[in-house]
């Protein structure tokens, strides 16, 4: 089936910046949209950023829009994430995961799979 390996977080001070990066290992997911979820302690996972398969089409969550970019290198399989201007509530642990289905756009959690175990992004104000 493969799997995701999310890595990049760490601890930052708000204002600050972190790039995030999935990289895929066992398959290769180049038909599969590929999307950043985030868990805050005691919350809801919750959608972040999604890149398509093609990398040509994102889409993001208001509460990062503007301020994130979401980019993908198939030859590498390898998505990355970038948030700037960080702030305190971005605070959580960042998952990557890939669509069941190819060729399609969601940003419900229960269609994607193949998650990792996580990468922890802590903002402190």
């Known amino acids: 089936q493969g799997q995701l390996v999310e890595s990049g977080g760490g601890l930052v001070q708000a204002g600050g910046s972190l790039r995030l990066s999935c990289a895929a290992s066992?398959?290769?997911?180049?038909?599969?949209?590929i999307a950043w979820f985030r868990q805050a302690h005691g919350k809801d996972r919750e959608f972040v950023a999604a890149?398509?398969?093609?990398?040509?089409?994102?889409y993001y969550a208001d509460s990062v829009k503007g301020r994130a970019t979401i980019s993908r290198d198939n030859a590498n399989n390898t998505v990355y994430l970038q948030i700037y201007s960080l702030k305190p509530e971005d605070t959580g642990l960042y998952y990557c995961?890939?669509?069941?289905?190819?060729?399609?756009?969601?940003?419900?959690?229960?269609?994607?799979?193949?998650w990792g175990q996580g990468t922890q992004v802590t903002v402190s104000s």
């Open positions: 995961g890939a669509d069941r289905e190819e060729l399609r756009l969601t940003i419900s959690a229960d269609a994607y799979d193949s």
């Open positions: 066992g398959r290769t997911f180049s038909s599969n949209t």
């Open positions: 890149v398509t398969w093609s990398g040509t089409a994102t």
